[in-house]
């Protein structure tokens, strides 16, 4: 029982299931395309019945099923199974909805190009034969294979105890895969890579990612993510549709089609209207058409989750290498097709050589007769008989001439030359006999001595081949080169990098965006070339098509490869790679954060924070809780080194509250919180006013007192300066002397108050001393401004030196004054350094990018002047700096907030 199990499981494995390395066929692949050669069903002449052809297999080479035969030949004539069919079909053979083919009888087929390039030599001798399975014929044990079938068309089997998956691939980038290796034998995996990218299936999609098919080039085994090629189109009335254009390799689309369907029914997947099929000749095109509310990036991220609109390849490249199972990684196989091909033109050589020896020995016959032939005709004609006259001319020695030189080619053990004589041997003799007369004219005897010569060079070529392998592989090289301008194609399958693994990150090119992020949960970046400055009052531009009534509320800029951490409404922290956020143009609408990060159902952003690009700097750095009822907290930077996909708890919120603001810091800085009343406070992160908290889930402590109906809008971290009450007021009146004199005639306007210093900070803090000029330019080095931006689109800058350092827990001071007239609320308030710009985003997806040396520097409790004209109806939801240097942020203060300003209660 033992070993007729094993001698059945090496039958399964050798003669069935597995791949041959050198021609990528199995038995039954090869003998139909063999069958076909010799009955001559070549790609130049027309097409016959298949079921003849599948006769001719099954009576003389294939003893199985006729079903079995016709299916692995239709198989090889569809061209969404195969990248490069081997069958030219004519009629009905299967369809990629799962259509089963027509009838044998009623579909016809021939060989197509390829399937010609993989048969060409096959009657040189290039490959060894074997008997049937009656002995009643010779089949081949392999084909000759001008290109690596193998890598271009894949295969799949199961035998017993094993199993093969091999994906397709370009064929013109295996060609050239394999140049490359004939001219480097030592090219290495990632030069290979460079020109293989990966597989290329006949049905498109798109292959997520460079890690699992780096694995399974390299081993032989890797899981290939491939995702159906899909779009976001929009329609009348604010409804939009999911337009699937291309679908993962040996995907059923019917099958597909159902599985939606059923999504649907069973309310698993929300917000789809209607489901067609619009395929017709011109290409494949599912419609799924989505409801008014639907969001259309959730539900296709939902398809691609539960159906097989995304599936994975799982490649197992095992295939039969001299007749035994064997992994191939992508050179593997490679190296295999060239060393069999060498054989074959090493065979071929051999057989042609013979082929050229045997036609020289009996043209140089030829030639003696008719140099002689007077003496020839004397013979003959004094011979009784033809076995006389053929004996004759062998005794006899002639001349040899001109072609004496030529013996040594022909003839390989030397032809022995008596006194410049030959004896012909019996077939010259044959052929002298069976000539022509009109082989005797003057342009015949040419013709036979223009065709030795021919001979001659051919010969001298083959051995040439024969002795040289540089030779032989620069014959192989030009061999390829003509087989792929016949079957070269374009590449159909798209490698997508964005959703590859971290170590794709290099792929990924270095420059600054700008996040933007919306009330309803979306996302997006944009680089930052894409907005360029204007000037104060401009009409700005569209920076986001919303939906309804979204609105942006956050916005901020940041590397590619910078992480950010999303805090969200209970409280939890998520971190992403910038890289990895949605690119979008300036007006999109961009992707929902939902599609990115593991959220609940009630569950929504309100804070993002840009990390240091340079993770050594996280250690001596911390992070400032500030939420909108007024509560702050401060913790190690380090506590989020570690983020699980499933989020991580930051902070404990009380109920109603939620974050509004994340920034980092070091010990000493100033934390200034403030609300959208108009009100702030400034106070030192230092231990006896905000210490550092062990843990993450504390409410914190309170940071300012709030009155009725106020809350926090901003966090900002500025540096700590120390300078006397006296000091401060003494800098303010000559940095605003300063400021008066260097004016302009007409700009001197307060815009409504036109008070530098405010009576009530003068009456407070009484009369300023004087400054010493070495202590003013000291304090102007150390000098922020704090910019504060109203929802009426009014804003002003301030001196840092305006907002006095308290105790925690205030109520406060005055930041800006409102009106009517400038607006209700302030919606921004954070340092702007000079030299930057900034940029101002509106309820109406409307963004102004203005420097920030155009606001006028005024006192702390002025109104301001105009940034942005607003239609009616029209406020302004946030505003932040933009920092074009790209510098990793590392203190807080004038760094790439985190997009505080605007934050609205989720």
Same mark, same amino acid.
């Given at each position: ?788 931006? #109203? &929802?009426? !689109?009014?804003?002003? +800058? ?5 907002? =006095? %350092? $308290? *105790? /925690?827990?205030?109520? @406060? ?28 985003? #509106? &309820?109406? !997806?409307?963004?102004? +990018? ?5 606001? =006028? %520097? $005024? *006192? /702390?409790?002025?109104? @301001? ?42």
């Amino acid at each position: 029982m033992r070993r007729s199990y094993l001698d059945y499981a090496m039958s399964v494995i050798v003669s069935r299931a597995l791949p041959d390395a050198r021609d990528g066929l199995k038995p039954v692949h090869r003998r139909i395309l063999f069958a076909m050669h010799e009955a001559g069903y070549t790609p130049d002449k027309p097409h016959r019945k298949s079921a003849r052809v599948v006769g001719d297999v099954m009576g003389v080479y294939h003893p199985h099923g006729d079903a079995a035969i016709y299916d692995a030949m239709v198989r090889m004539a569809q061209p969404f199974s195969m990248r490069l069919p081997l069958i030219d079909g004519q009629g009905n053979f299967g369809s990629i909805d799962g259509d089963p083919p027509a009838a044998m009888r009623y579909t016809e087929a021939r060989l197509a190009k390829s399937a010609a390039a993989l048969l060409a030599g096959i009657d040189e001798d290039t490959v060894d034969f074997q008997p049937n399975y009656d002995e009643s014929a010779q089949e081949p044990r392999v084909l000759p294979a001008a290109f690596p079938n193998l890598l271009v068309n894949g295969a799949n089997g199961i035998a017993v105890g094993m199993a093969t998956n091999i994906p397709t691939h370009n064929a013109g980038e295996v060609i050239d895969a394999t140049l490359a290796l004939i001219r480097e034998p030592d090219t290495t995996l990632e030069e290979l890579m460079r020109i293989i990218p990966g597989p290329d299936f006949p049905t498109g999609g798109l292959i997520l990612g460079r890690s699992g098919i780096r694995l399974a080039f390299e081993t032989g085994r890797g899981s290939i993510p491939v995702r159906a090629r899909a779009s976001i189109e929009e329609l009348r009335g604010g409804r939009s549709l999911i337009a699937i254009t291309e679908i993962p390799y040996q995907v059923n689309k019917t099958t597909l089609i159902e599985r939606m369907a059923e999504l649907v029914r069973s309310k698993q997947v929300e917000g789809i209207s209607d489901l067609r099929d619009e395929s017709d000749r011109s290409g494949m095109r599912i419609v799924v058409e989505l409801k008014r509310e639907a969001t259309p990036e959730v539900v296709l991220n939902q398809l691609y989750r539960f159906t097989a609109l995304q599936t994975t390849f799982a490649v197992n490249m095992l295939a039969l290498d001299h007749g035994r199972p064997r992994q191939m990684g992508l050179k593997d196989a490679l190296q295999a097709f060239i060393a069999f091909r060498e054989e074959v033109i090493l065979r071929r050589s051999r057989y042609r050589l013979g082929k050229a020896r045997e036609r020289g020995h009996l043209l140089i016959g030829l030639a003696i007769a008719v140099a002689n032939i007077d003496e020839v005709i004397r013979l003959i004609r004094e011979s009784p008989d033809a076995n006389a006259a053929r004996e004759a001319l062998m005794a006899r020695a002639w001349p040899a001439g001109d072609v004496g030189a030529l013996l040594a080619l022909v003839d390989d053990a030397g032809n022995v030359v008596i006194d410049d004589t030959v004896h012909l041997t019996e077939t010259q003799a044959r052929g002298i006999l069976e000539l022509r007369l009109q082989r005797l004219t003057g342009l015949e005897r040419e013709k036979i001595i223009a065709e030795l010569d021919e001979i001659a060079g051919r010969i001298r070529e083959l051995l040439e081949i024969l002795a040289s392998r540089p030779r032989r592989l620069e014959l192989m090289a030009q061999e390829l080169a003509e087989v792929r301008a016949q079957i070269a194609t374009p590449r159909l399958t798209e490698i997508v990098d964005g959703f590859a693994e971290q170590d794709d990150e290099s792929l990924i090119e270095p420059g600054l965006m700008v996040v933007t992020l919306t009330r309803d949960g979306y996302v997006k970046r944009t680089t930052l070339e894409s907005f360029r400055a204007q000037n104060r009052g401009g009409r700005g531009r569209s920076a986001a098509t919303t939906r309804e009534d979204d609105v942006v509320v956050r916005s901020f800029n940041a590397h590619t490869h910078q992480w950010v951490l999303f805090f969200t409404s209970r409280g939890m922290a998520f971190r992403e790679k910038v890289w990895k956020l949605p690119l979008a143009a300036p007006a999109a609408r961009g992707r929902s954060l939902r599609q990115l990060l593991q959220l609940q159902q009630d569950e929504q952003v309100t804070a993002v924070l840009p990390l240091p690009q340079d993770e050594s700097l996280w250690d001596n750095l911390h992070l400032v809780f500030a939420t909108i009822q007024g509560n702050v907290r401060r913790n190690r930077l380090s506590d989020f080194r570690n983020v699980r996909s499933t989020g991580l708890i930051a902070m404990k919120l009380d109920e109603g509250d939620s974050l509004v603001g994340v920034q980092t810091c070091r010990e000493g800085d100033d934390v200034m919180l403030a609300t959208r009343g108009g009100r702030c406070i400034r106070f030192v992160a230092e231990a006896d006013q905000l210490r550092v908290f062990a843990g993450r889930d504390s409410t914190g402590v309170r940071g300012i007192r709030l009155a009725d109906g106020d809350s926090v809008i901003a966090l900002s971290v500025l540096r700590h300066v120390a300078a006397t009450q006296a000091e401060r007021m003494a800098y303010l009146k000559a940095a605003a002397a300063r400021r008066r004199n260097g004016a302009e005639e007409g700009e001197a306007e307060a815009n409504g108050n036109g008070a530098e210093v405010e009576a009530e900070e003068s009456e407070e803090e009484g009369e300023g001393a004087s400054l010493s000029a070495e202590r003013l330019s000291e304090m102007e080095q150390a000098e922020e401004l704090i910019l504060s931006v #109203t &929802d009426g !689109g009014f804003g002003k +800058r301030s001196s840092a030196y305006e907002y =006095r %350092v $308290t *105790g /925690r827990g205030g109520q @406060g001071i005055s930041n800006i004054s409102l009106s009517p007239r400038t607006g209700r609320e302030v919606v921004a308030t954070f340092p702007a350094r000079p030299g930057d710009d900034v940029m101002l985003v #509106t &309820d109406a !997806g409307r963004l102004i +990018r203005l420097p920030v040396d155009q606001v =006028r %520097v $005024t *006192g /702390r409790q002025a109104m @301001g002047v105009t940034l942005l004209r607003l239609d009616d109806s029209e406020r302004v939801t946030s505003c932040f700096p933009v920092v074009e240097d790209g510098e990793a942020t590392d203190a807080g203060a004038g760094e790439t907030a985190a997009g505080d300003s605007g934050a609205e209660d989720a």
